[in-house]
Nanobody, 115 residues
């Protein structure tokens, strides 16, 4: 099972980005948990958004109302729509999927919010 993020880049404050987390070698619908983590050097990783089986999506207070998780089972991909981006959203975004107690991580995609 592999996860691969894409969609990061350089964006101006106030703009939007949509990240993708594509699963290969497995079925994303089989995961018990899929989460998006933001990592900045020197800081603890932040769980910004997640989906857990049979539960509504969860968002950190910092991104609530701005970020939205969606999933396309046919594409085996989970998306993170990020709106009204600010400098505090800068970081490397990792996707993690949990399957039968095993954490599967992608390699990350970098998001830089700067004018």
């Amino acid at each position: 099972v592999k996860l691969m993020e894409s969609g990061g880049g350089l964006v101006q404050p106030g703009k939007s980005l949509k990240l993708s987390c594509e699963v290969t070698g497995g079925n994303i619908d089989s995961f018990d948990f899929v989460g998006w983590f933001r990592q900045v050097p020197g800081e603890m990783g932040e769980l910004v958004a997640s989906t857990t089986r049979n539960k509504p999506p969860r968002y950190s207070d910092r991104v609530k109302g701005r970020f939205t998780i969606t999933r396309d089972n046919a594409e085996n991909t989970e998306y993170l729509q990020m709106n009204s981006l600010g400098s505090g959203d800068t970081g490397v975004y990792y996707c993690r999927g949990d399957l039968v107690g095993i954490h599967y991580w992608g390699r990350g995609t970098q998001v830089i919010v700067s004018s």
